[in-house]
C-alpha cells in the first residue's frame, strides 16, 4: 500500500515507556485571577506587600494620564462586560465547580459500584463453595448410617436363610430318624410276634401238662413260705 | 466617529499578515481534547455541555440524520464560541463578516437539500405545495415556495451577521453616549451605563442564542430531507 516508496521514520525520539505523570490537580495561587503568586514572592524582599499593587496602579494611571490607552467607547464597553464577568464568577464559581466535581464523582460512583459489585458477587461465590465442601464434610455420616443398615439388613437376611436352612436339613434327617425308628420298631414287633409264634408252635402238648404241674408245686411252696414269714 | 464605528469590523491584519486565520482556528484551543477517564473540570464541563445539547438536537432525526451530528455540534460550539469570545475588548468576531457566515450556511444548506432531493425525490418536490391548497393558486404557490427554499441560505447567513454585527454596533455607540455623557452630565452617564450594562447581558445571551438558532435550523432543514 505504500507503492514501494521508501518511508522515513517520524518519531526519532526515544518512546516513553512510563504511563504521564498525573496532572496537579489544583493550579497555582494567583492574585486578582491573573497574576502569580511567584511574581509576588519575586519583588517581596526589594519592596514588601504592596509593592505588585502599586507597580499595577502606577502603570495603569501612566497609560491613562499619557493617553498611551484612550479612553474609548470600547473602554465602557470593557468595564460592562469584566465588570459582568467578575459578578458573575466571584458569585457562582464554587457552586459551578462543585456541580462538575459531582459529575465526575458519578463517573467515579459508577464504577466502583460496578467493581464493589463484581467483588462481593466473588465473595459470595467463595462463601458458597465453603459452604457447600462443608456439606460434602458431614456427608459421610449420612452415608456411614446407610452402609450399617444395609449390613444390618443383609445380616438379618443371612441368619433369616441359616435358620431356615438348619430347618430343611433337620427336617430331612428328622425323617430319616423316624423312618428308621419305625423300621426299627416294626421289626422289633415282628420278630416278637414270630419268637412267640414260634415259641407257642414250639411248646407240645407234654411239655405243657408238665409245665403246669411243677408251677402248681413251685405255687405250693411259695405259699408255704409265705405263711412261715409273717410270724418274724 | 464614523471610521472608529466600523473599525472592529475591519478584518486583522498584523503588518499585512493575515491574523484573521488565528483568530478563526483560536477557539479550538479552548476546547481540550479528554485523554483519560476522569478529566479536570474544564474537559469534564464540555463533556458533560456538549451532551446536553447533542441529546437535545439530536433526538429527532432518524439514523441518516445522526450522521450529521458531528457537523452540527461542532457548528454550534464554533459559532457559540466565537460569538462570546468577541464580546471581549477589542477582540474581532469572525462571525460578523457576512463572508464566513455563507461560507458556513450555503454549503450546509445545500448538503441538506441535496440529499432530500437523492433520496427522497417525490417528497422534496412535494414540499413545494403546501397540502390544501385551492387549484388557482397553485402555480404561483410553487414559485413562491422555490423563492423560500432558495432563501433559506441567505436568511440563515445574513440573520447570523446582523444580529453580532447589530449587537456590537450598538455596545459601541452607547458606549460612546457613556462618553460624552460624563462631562456633561454624570447621572444621565449612570443610567447610560446601566443601559449599557443590560445590553452586554442581552448580548451575552444572542451570542449563544444565535449559535443554537444556526445549527436548530439547518438541523430542521436536514430533517425534512431524510
Given at each position: 500500500?505504500?507503492?514501494?516508496?521508501?518511508?522515513?521514520?517520524f518519531?526519532?525520539?526515544?518512546?516513553?515507556l512510563a504511563p504521564?505523570?498525573?496532572?496537579p490537580?489544583?493550579?497555582g495561587?494567583?492574585?486578582?485571577g491573573?497574576?502569580?503568586?511567584?511574581?509576588?514572592?519575586?519583588?517581596?524582599?526589594?519592596t514588601?506587600v504592596?509593592?505588585?499593587y502599586m507597580l499595577g496602579i502606577g502603570l495603569i494611571?501612566?497609560?491613562?494620564?499619557?493617553?498611551?490607552?484612550?479612553?474609548?467607547?470600547?473602554?465602557?464597553s470593557?468595564?460592562?462586560?469584566?465588570g459582568?464577568l467578575?459578578?458573575?464568577i466571584?458569585?457562582?464559581g464554587?457552586s459551578?465547580?462543585?456541580?462538575?466535581d459531582?459529575?465526575?464523582e458519578?463517573i467515579?460512583?459508577?464504577?466502583?459500584?460496578?467493581?464493589k459489585?463484581?467483588?462481593?458477587?466473588?465473595q459470595?461465590?467463595?462463601?458458597?463453595?465453603?459452604?457447600?465442601?462443608?456439606q460434602?464434610?458431614?456427608?459421610?455420616?449420612l452415608?456411614?448410617?446407610?452402609?450399617?443398615s444395609?449390613?444390618?439388613?443383609?445380616?438379618?437376611i443371612?441368619q433369616e436363610?441359616?435358620?431356615?436352612?438348619?430347618?430343611e436339613?433337620?427336617?430331612?434327617?428328622?425323617?430319616?430318624?423316624s423312618?428308621?425308628?419305625?423300621?426299627?420298631r416294626k421289626e422289633?414287633?415282628?420278630?416278637i410276634i414270630w419268637?412267640?409264634?414260634h415259641?407257642?408252635q414250639s411248646?407240645?402238648?407234654?411239655?405243657e401238662?408238665?409245665?403246669?404241674?411243677?408251677?402248681?408245686?413251685?405255687?405250693?411252696?411259695?405259699?408255704k413260705?409265705?405263711?412261715?414269714?409273717?410270724?418274724m | 466617529?464614523?471610521?472608529?464605528?466600523?473599525?472592529?469590523?475591519?478584518?486583522?491584519?498584523?503588518?499585512g499578515l493575515?491574523?484573521?486565520?488565528?483568530?478563526?482556528?483560536?477557539?479550538n484551543?479552548l476546547?481540550?481534547?479528554?485523554?483519560?477517564?476522569i478529566?479536570?473540570?474544564?474537559?469534564?464541563?464540555?463533556?458533560w455541555?456538549?451532551q446536553?445539547?447533542l441529546?437535545?438536537?439530536?433526538?429527532?432525526?432518524?439514523?441518516k440524520g445522526?450522521?450529521?451530528?458531528l457537523?452540527?455540534?461542532?457548528?454550534?460550539?464554533?459559532?457559540?464560541?466565537?460569538n462570546?469570545?468577541?464580546?471581549?475588548?477589542?477582540?474581532?468576531?469572525?462571525?460578523?463578516?457576512?463572508?464566513?457566515n455563507?461560507?458556513?450556511?450555503?454549503?450546509?444548506?445545500?448538503?441538506?437539500?441535496?440529499t432530500?432531493?437523492?433520496?427522497?425525490?417525490?417528497?422534496?418536490?412535494a414540499?413545494?405545495?403546501?397540502?390544501?391548497?385551492p387549484?388557482?393558486?397553485?402555480p404561483?404557490?410553487?414559485?413562491?415556495?422555490?423563492i423560500?427554499?432558495?432563501?433559506q441560505?441567505?436568511?440563515?447567513a445574513v440573520?447570523?451577521?446582523?444580529?453580532?454585527?447589530?449587537g456590537?454596533?450598538?455596545?459601541h455607540?452607547?458606549g460612546?453616549?457613556?462618553?460624552?455623557l460624563?462631562?456633561?452630565?454624570?447621572?444621565?452617564?449612570?443610567?447610560?451605563?446601566?443601559?449599557?450594562?443590560l445590553?452586554?447581558?442581552?448580548?451575552f445571551?444572542?451570542?449563544?442564542i444565535?449559535?443554537?438558532v444556526?445549527?436548530?435550523?439547518?438541523?430542521?432543514?436536514?430533517?425534512?430531507?431524510t
Amino acid at each position: 500500500h505504500h507503492g514501494g516508496r521508501a518511508t522515513r521514520i517520524f518519531h526519532t525520539g526515544q518512546p516513553r515507556l512510563a504511563p504521564l505523570p498525573p496532572l496537579p490537580e489544583y493550579g497555582g495561587k494567583v492574585h486578582l485571577g491573573l497574576i502569580p503568586e511567584e511574581f509576588f514572592q519575586f519583588l517581596y524582599p526589594k519592596t514588601g506587600v504592596t509593592g505588585p499593587y502599586m507597580l499595577g496602579i502606577g502603570l495603569i494611571l501612566y497609560f491613562l494620564s499619557k493617553e498611551l490607552y484612550v479612553i474609548t467607547p470600547e473602554t465602557f464597553s470593557t468595564i460592562s462586560i469584566v465588570g459582568l464577568l467578575v459578578y458573575v464568577i466571584k458569585k457562582y464559581g464554587t457552586s459551578i465547580g462543585e456541580f462538575i466535581d459531582n459529575l465526575n464523582e458519578q463517573i467515579i460512583a459508577q464504577l466502583e459500584e460496578v467493581k464493589k459489585a463484581s467483588i462481593k458477587q466473588i465473595q459470595d461465590e467463595i462463601e458458597l463453595e465453603k459452604a457447600q465442601q462443608a456439606q460434602v464434610q458431614k456427608c459421610h455420616y449420612l452415608s456411614d448410617v446407610q452402609r450399617n443398615s444395609i449390613a444390618m439388613a443383609l445380616e438379618v437376611i443371612y441368619q433369616e436363610r441359616l435358620h431356615k436352612v438348619y430347618k430343611e436339613v433337620k427336617n430331612h434327617l428328622d425323617y430319616h430318624i423316624s423312618v428308621q425308628n419305625m423300621m426299627h420298631r416294626k421289626e422289633q414287633e415282628h420278630m416278637i410276634i414270630w419268637v412267640e409264634k414260634h415259641v407257642v408252635q414250639s411248646i407240645s402238648a407234654q411239655q405243657e401238662k408238665e409245665m403246669i404241674a411243677k408251677c402248681i408245686a413251685d405255687l405250693q411252696l411259695l405259699e408255704k413260705k409265705a405263711q412261715a414269714q409273717p410270724v418274724m | 466617529m464614523n471610521e472608529n464605528l466600523f473599525a472592529s469590523f475591519i478584518t486583522p491584519t498584523l503588518m499585512g499578515l493575515p491574523i484573521i486565520i488565528l483568530i478563526i482556528a483560536f477557539p479550538n484551543i479552548l476546547f481540550p481534547s479528554p485523554n483519560r477517564l476522569i478529566n479536570n473540570r474544564l474537559v469534564s464541563f464540555q463533556q458533560w455541555l456538549i451532551q446536553l445539547v447533542l441529546k437535545q438536537m439530536m433526538t429527532m432525526h432518524n439514523l441518516k440524520g445522526r450522521t450529521w451530528s458531528l457537523m452540527l455540534i461542532s457548528l454550534i460550539m464554533f459559532i457559540g464560541s466565537t460569538n462570546l469570545l468577541g464580546l471581549l475588548p477589542h477582540s474581532f468576531t469572525p462571525t460578523t463578516q457576512l463572508s464566513m457566515n455563507l461560507g458556513m450556511a450555503i454549503p450546509l444548506w445545500a448538503g441538506a437539500v441535496i440529499t432530500g432531493f437523492r433520496h427522497k425525490t417525490k417528497a422534496s418536490l412535494a414540499h413545494f405545495l403546501p397540502q390544501g391548497t385551492p387549484i388557482p393558486l397553485i402555480p404561483m404557490l410553487v414559485i413562491i415556495e422555490t423563492i423560500s427554499l432558495f432563501i433559506q441560505p441567505m436568511a440563515l447567513a445574513v440573520r447570523l451577521t446582523a444580529n453580532i454585527t447589530a449587537g456590537h454596533l450598538l455596545m459601541h455607540l452607547i458606549g460612546g453616549a457613556t462618553l460624552v455623557l460624563t462631562s456633561i452630565s454624570t447621572p444621565t452617564a449612570m443610567i447610560t451605563f446601566i443601559i449599557l450594562v443590560l445590553l452586554t447581558v442581552l448580548e451575552f445571551a444572542v451570542a449563544l442564542i444565535q449559535a443554537y438558532v444556526f445549527t436548530l435550523l439547518v438541523s430542521l432543514y436536514l430533517h425534512d430531507n431524510t
